[in-house]
């Protein structure tokens, strides 16, 4: 009797357990409506339920009613096949709160499965290595930048190891990398007139791969009377984590952040990544079972700001330099469905002398960026960039505009891929030069 | 034997209730008797013509309007209340069907819903189909039900009352229809311009159909060097005043504004062929045309005693030109000999296995109308 | 034969990547849109998901060959279980069936497949000014093939009508597996309006692979109103004075107390939380006369006593004042985890006493009800709020809809005037429908199938598609007129 007990055992099904449960309250708010499915990208490419944000969310809670294996193949392929980018969540009219289910049902496959080794390794060394620390972001930064000049990088692609080593989509995604990037604690911009405090929030990618937008920024809010500064002692937002299920690690950087904040005095935590802004104003939550931070990640989140909403508090100094350029706006999933910041960045492009902008198809659907989600999965990020690059060009502007980083690398290749020549840019970097870029005057830079 | 516009009646049947009616066609069914359902006797001549001895039932019994509530906007006549009654009572209270029923009309609501005929606001207002909201019928084999109610939307059951209509009285003999009325606009106006050739009366109706698009009718009508094109328009005064003047700044003054929409003429003595797609030419055919926009059908009617050779070519034409457009035609009137050589219904369907599956499940004796859409 | 060669059979018409078949992928689609308890979950054998008529056709041929029923399904919003296998079976899931192939901009007609959600059909034409008038709420998500096969409607039908009066004609796969084409035109014309019968027939009679459906021009100008009263008496009567006055509104709308106060608490969308009912009327058409139209409305509101009035030409403030009419069943959402969405229709001049009549039914159970719903058509959608978490809290919903149910059709209302019946409501259907009603509507479904192949357990209470019922009438008619059989 006793080996039929034990055959049993072994098939049944795999339950939640451990600690990051999907909370049982969030799952049972989602009423079946179906509402959520035309917004979901992975839905929208293959019409399958299995991809939409509904059967997800049925099949988690299949598994926490012990009718489906946590191990389930086609329950891991779903959780990690779905992009994170909570498009669901804002639409939905039940205000079901998906992101925090998602990754709590990561967090359980982290915690369960055996990984097959190589599986492991790749995303040790391209996940967690490099974002743990700024620093060595910026070593690695560096490292791809000699990289790219030194030719190095067309052999490669050539041979074909890049692919193998399933890092060719991180290649083709890395834009040339022109300036050097910030240094915290010494780059300040002092307005004319002072509004109040900003604090810029260095992000590893923005900070190592796009420095120049990151020195846009100060400049720009700098014009609007903020006096701006990079504060020491900031690291990753540890996004790429919590979205992974890796939320300890989360955990860390997130307490790392908060104390470099409180350090770096009042004013608002200004973030010009809408991935980085959306986990930022989700410490509460990663946190909250924290007696020591709780409540200073609510104070911490409560100070966070994207550029776009903060810029728009009230109307722009009004910019001196006329762009004659039609363009049109990608939104990063992470601002609009995350944020809900939609309207803001609409309002700030219009007050931009010359530019007209062009609304595009699905311009809030991802673009298959995703995090790492481009290096996982490069078919389907593929697609989506196809279906973006395709509704970008379609509006026959000048430009993309944007405000995330990984959305940014994204569309440039999807963009080139698909044969178009249109450049991709950070809306921060449109306003900087509708007040003269570099050479502008009306504020005062200050290295300490 | 009497015989009705050329069918042959051996006996007519005063059907008293739709109890009695049930009986009446059980009763037929089990004996394989051809049934002819009349109401108004308005168009029994049309389809195809047969041979067979009715059984007429004669369906001015079931008379009467019943459950008429003007602010429900609902009604539900009995099948044989004439169209003059109807009309009148809805008028009464300021309402109306999206058909114009003359006033001294003959037919019955039970055969209009059973021919689906509809008039010019088809374009603009649809057809009897689309008020229809329930009905009672009995089966050719004699089952009496119901479809549909009272209620303005239902979707509690499969559509019975929407496949009778326009069945012809083949699949089953209404004993009343239920129907959402409308409210009667407060103005009702038509704009008429003559042209002399029928492709700058066609080119007119294009431009109507792309800047007009609130009008409700639109016709061309005419043949050799007249053409007549009319768009109609309803609602309040100060509307139609200014579709006026935009139509006057587009179009040229009107050569004629009329408050009642011109009725189509008589079809028993004139030719007419009635088409709904723009056609480019009258393809050299002396017939009368005219051209209706909302249905993509073609109805031409000819003459009695119109020479056997002029029909032909004018029916070789029609058919070109429905083909051309896509379309569907018939032929209402016409001499039987040379209606029983041509095709009349127009051409071979896609559906006639399904259509022919329903038929037998409604009318296993095959009673009802025998030979008009079925043989 | 094992579900083995079912599979590999269908893979052979879909690809591997069109067909489902691994216990998740079928689990998620066990269910619709419809609360778990009214209607069963049921796993089904295998789902495809065909990219072509042929494909369609071609699984429904091997279906039958192993003899499995058939259940289409769009976007599975549905709200009486008809796209879910209640009988297992073959799913086949339209969604990727989702272009619009055709549209004439001088006929104002598209050609679209079924899997076309219903409002990108619409943003598709919006440049061309015109749209797809059946406008249910689900319309972000739902599909066209299954507004066909429920008939759907919304708040605009008032107008425009149902989903059934913007369908021209249908490419059908029939059970046979074969293809056919039906034309709505053909009414009066010498064939049969099979379009009409396949509209609202729930996927029961044929799956529809194509379809061509009329788009309506974008009116020229648009007035939105909102005028709250102190009692539902008279916004009752602002209704009914409106329609009595000859015109016919885009959309009459009207909201109780709860649903007032829950919208408000939850959006603030500027109603006045102490008013009993909030209309919302929507005014289209010329300029001139949507004016007018609109100040007969206020002058006609304000004689009634409406304690606030606001009417706006601006999208942007009309998007506000609908968006708590929108927004009333996520509001709902915020007062109880579940609701259940009732769908009765009455007469309109019932109205007032059927409200009355809910109220009293949901006071006696003890389930909060509230009420948004479209009065200018009488469709009412009671919505019952509960937790199913509560031991037994889904039995009393369903004995309180069942007395919802018999309270309206006792007033002359009918169970359903846009979700339709499925499996969740069949058992009601002899409420309204006699043996004979019922049996004339079998046949319908049997001439089109007569193995009960596509979708059966729907619509059709048990029994009567067995073939005995059929031959009961005839041998009952033989009897009486004198012959043994037919
Ligand atoms: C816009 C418009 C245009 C018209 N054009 C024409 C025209 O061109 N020619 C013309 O003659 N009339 C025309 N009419 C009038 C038309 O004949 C009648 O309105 C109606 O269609 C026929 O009604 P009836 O009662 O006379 O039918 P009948 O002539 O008595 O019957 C016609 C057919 O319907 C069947 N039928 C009748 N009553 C029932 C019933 N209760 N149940 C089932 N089947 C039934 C009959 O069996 C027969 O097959 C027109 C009407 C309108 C509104
Ligand atoms: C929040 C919410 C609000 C709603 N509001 C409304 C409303 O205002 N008005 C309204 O009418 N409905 C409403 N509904 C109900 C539902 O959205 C409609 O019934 C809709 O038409 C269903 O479309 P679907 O694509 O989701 O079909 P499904 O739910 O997938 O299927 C519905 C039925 O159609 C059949 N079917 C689907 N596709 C085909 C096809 N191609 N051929 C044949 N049969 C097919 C299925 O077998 C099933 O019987 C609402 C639902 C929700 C969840
Ligand atoms: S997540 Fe929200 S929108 Fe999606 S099915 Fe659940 S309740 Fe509906
Ligand atoms: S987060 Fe994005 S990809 Fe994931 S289910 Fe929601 S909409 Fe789909």
Redesign the pocket.
């Known amino acids: 009797m006793a080996t039929i007990n034990l055959v049993e055992e072994l098939q049944k099904p795999v339950p939640f357990s451990g600690p990051d449960m999907p909370d049982d309250e969030l799952l049972r708010a989602c009423v079946h409506c179906g509402m959520c499915l035309p917004s979901c990208p992975t839905y929208r490419e293959t019409g399958d339920e299995a991809s939409s944000p509904r059967g997800r969310l049925w099949m988690m809670s299949a598994v926490a009613d012990g009718k489906l294996s946590l191990l389930d193949p086609d329950f891991d392929e779903q959780m990690y096949q779905c992009l994170n980018c909570r498009a669901c969540e804002a639409v939905c009219p039940s205000g079901v709160q998906y992101g925090p289910l998602v990754e709590a049902s990561r967090a359980q496959l982290e915690q369960h499965r055996p990984r097959p080794w190589w599986q492991q390794l790749l995303r040790q060394s391209v996940m967690s290595w490099p974002f743990d620390d700024v620093r060595r972001m910026r070593t690695g930064a560096r490292g791809l930048r000699l990289y790219q000049q030194s030719g190095l990088s067309r052999l490669l692609q050539r041979t074909g190891v890049l692919k193998l080593m399933r890092l060719e989509n991180l290649e083709r995604m890395l834009p040339p990398i022109e300036e050097s990037p910030l240094a915290p604690g010494k780059d300040t911009w002092v307005p004319k007139a002072k509004l109040a405090n900003a604090h810029v929030f260095n992000g590893c990618v923005m900070s190592s791969v796009f420095p120049d937008v990151n020195r846009a920024t100060g400049r720009v809010l700098a014009h609007n009377g903020y006096a701006t500064d990079v504060p020491v002692g900031q690291g990753c937002c540890g996004a790429i984590y919590s979205h992974t299920g890796m939320l300890d690690d989360a955990r860390v950087l997130a307490r790392k952040n908060i104390e470099a904040f409180e350090r770096a005095g009042d004013g608002a935590i200004v973030v010009n990544a809408a991935g980085c802004g959306s986990a930022l104003k989700e410490y509460d939550h990663l946190l909250k079972d924290d007696p020591r931070y709780a409540d200073r990640a609510k104070a911490f989140t409560a100070r966070v700001l994207d550029v776009n909403e903060l810029l728009d508090q009230q109307p722009l100094i009004p910019p001196t330099h006329a762009i004659n350029a039609r363009v049109t706006l990608q939104e990063p999933c992470h601002l609009v469905h995350a944020q809900r910041i939609s309207a803001q960045p609409r309002s700030l492009l219009r007050q931009v002398p010359g530019l007209e902008l062009v609304e595009m198809q699905e311009s809030s659907l991802c673009c298959g960026s995703a995090g790492i989600y481009n290096i996982t999965r490069p078919k389907m990020a593929d697609a989506l960039g196809d279906r973006k690059a395709r509704n970008a060009m379609a509006t026959g502007a000048e430009a993309v505009v944007t405000s995330n980083p990984g959305c940014q690398m994204q569309l440039r290749t999807s963009l080139i891929r698909n044969g178009s020549e249109q450049p991709v840019e950070h809306i921060v970097s449109i306003l900087d030069e509708a007040y003269g870029g570099r050479t502008a005057t009306g504020w005062a830079i200050d290295h300490q | 034997m009497q015989s009705s ?1 050329g069918l042959n009646v051996s006996e007519t049947v005063v059907i008293e209730s739709p109890a009695h009616l049930a009986d009446v066609l059980a009763d037929a069914t089990a004996h394989r008797i051809a049934i ?12 195809l013509p047969t041979n067979e001895h009715y059984r007429a ?1 004669d ?1 001015s019994q ?1 008379s009467g309007i019943e459950n008429y509530i003007p602010t429900d906007m609902t009604a539900s006549f009995l ?2 209340t ?2 003059r009654t109807v009309r009148a009572a809805l008028a009464e209270n300021g309402q109306e069907l999206p ?4 006033s001294d ?16 606001r088809r374009y603009g207002q649809g057809t009897l189909k689309d008020v229809l909201i329930g009905c009672e ?1 009995v089966r050719g084999d004699g089952l009496l039900a119901k479809a549909g109610g009272m209620t303005v939307k239902n979707v509690s059951g499969f559509e019975v009352s929407r496949l ?1 209509h326009g ?4 699949l ?4 009343r229809v239920n129907l959402k009325v409308l409210p009667r606009p407060k103005a009702d106006r038509t704009f008429v311009w003559q042209d002399s050739t029928l492709a700058a009366a066609l080119d007119r109706q294009v431009r109507f159909l792309t800047s007009f698009p609130g009008c409700i009718a639109m016709e061309t009508t005419g043949c050799g060097d007249r053409w007549t094109t009319a768009i109609r328009f309803a609602g309040r005064e100060s509307a139609l005043q200014d579709y006026q003047l935009q139509l006057s700044n587009a179009e040229g003054t009107p050569d004629a504004v009329l408050d009642e929409w011109p ?2 003429p ?3 003595d004139n030719p ?1 062929l009635v088409a709904n797609n723009p056609v480019e030419q009258s393809r050299g055919f002396a017939l009368m045309l005219s051209t209706h926009q909302g249905v993509n059908a073609l ?1 031409i ?1 000819l003459p009695t005693g119109t020479v056997r050779a002029e029909l032909d070519s004018g029916l070789v034409a029609a058919r070109e030109i429905t083909t051309h457009a896509e379309g569907l035609w018939m032929i ?2 016409g001499d039987p000999d040379w209606k029983r050589d041509a095709a009349i219904w127009g051409p071979g369907r896609q559906d006639i296995a399904v259509a022919q599956a329903v038929k037998d499940q409604f009318d296993p004796g095959n009673i ?2 025998r030979g ?1 859409l079925f043989i | 034969m094992s579900n083995r060669a079912l599979i590999d059979d269908l893979v052979r018409v879909c690809g591997p990547g069109g067909v489902r078949h691994r216990l998740a992928d079928l689990m998620v689609f066990e269910a619709d849109g419809s609360v778990d308890g009214a209607v069963k979950t049921t796993l089904p054998q295998a789902v495809v998901l065909p990219t072509s008529t042929e494909q369609v056709a071609g699984v429904v041929k091997i279906a039958r060959k192993h003899g499995v029923p058939v259940v289409a399904r769009g976007a599975g919003t549905g709200l009486s279980g008809g796209a879910v296998a209640i009988n297992s079976g073959v799913i086949i899931s339209l969604t990727r069936m989702n272009h619009v192939l055709e549209v004439n901009l001088l006929e104002r007609t598209a050609l679209v497949e079924p899997g076309v959600v219903n409002l990108d059909l619409s943003t598709h034409v919006k440049h061309q000014h015109l749209f797809f008038a059946p406008d249910p709420s689900s319309q972000k998500a739902s599909t066209i093939g299954g507004n066909i096969a429920e008939n759907a409607g919304g708040p605009h039908c008032l107008k425009y009508g149902v989903t059934t009066n913007h369908i021209l004609g249908v490419e059908v796969v029939l059970p046979s597996g074969d293809i056919a084409w039906f034309d709505s035109n053909q009414a009066g014309y010498g064939g049969l309006d099979l379009t009409a019968a396949i509209v609202g027939s729930e996927g029961m009679f044929g799956i529809v692979t194509k379809a061509l459906v009329k788009l309506t021009p974008i009116p020229q100008s648009i007035s939105v109103i909102l005028a709250a009263f102190a009692s539902m008496d008279d916004a009752a009567m602002a209704v009914t004075e409106i329609i009595a006055s000859g015109t016919m509104p885009a959309s009459l709308e009207i909201m109780d107390q709860l649903s007032i106060e829950a919208v408000e608490a939850a959006y603030h969308a500027g109603y006045p939380t102490d008013a009993a009912a909030v209309l919302l009327v929507e005014v289209d058409g010329h300029p001139l006369e949507v004016a007018e139209i609109s100040a007969d409305v206020e002058a006609l509101c304000r004689r009634i006593g409406t304690v606030q009035y606001r009417q706006s030409y601006d999208p942007v403030e009309q998007a506000a004042l609908w968006m708590g009419r929108k927004m009333s069943l996520a509001a709902m959402g915020r007062l109880a985890p579940n609701y259940y969405l009732q769908d009765a229709v009455v007469p309109r001049s019932k109205l007032v006493q059927t409200l009355d009549e809910v109220d009293r039914l949901g006071r006696a159970s003890g389930l909060p009800v509230a009420n948004v719903f479209h009065a200018g058509d009488g469709n009412l959608h009671p919505l019952i709020l509960f937790d199913r978490r509560e031991k037994g809290a889904v039995e009393r919903v369903l004995e309180l809809n069942h007395d919802l149910v018999v309270a309206c059709v006792e007033l002359g209302g009918t169970l359903s005037g846009e979700h339709g019946i499925g499996s969740e409501k069949r058992d009601h259907m002899p409420l309204i429908y006699t043996e004979s009603d019922l049996r004339a509507m079998a046949g319908l479904k049997r001439s089109f199938d007569p193995d009960d192949f596509f979708n059966p357990g729907k619509v059709l209470p048990a029994g009567l598609m067995c073939g005995e019922l059929k031959d009961l009438h005839m041998q009952r008619m033989a009897q009486k007129h004198g012959i043994v059989a037919f």
């Open positions: 516009r002819l359902p009349i109401g108004g006797g308005t168009c029994l001549s049309t389809g039932l369906l079931l099948a044989g004439p169209l058909i114009d029923l003359a009309d003959e037919g019955t609501i039970g055969g209009l819903v059973a021919t689906g005929y509809s008039g010019a019928y009778l069945s012809w009285g083949s089953a003999v209404l004993t009725l189509p008589s079809t028993e007419c109805s009617s209402e009137g009802l109308n008009r």
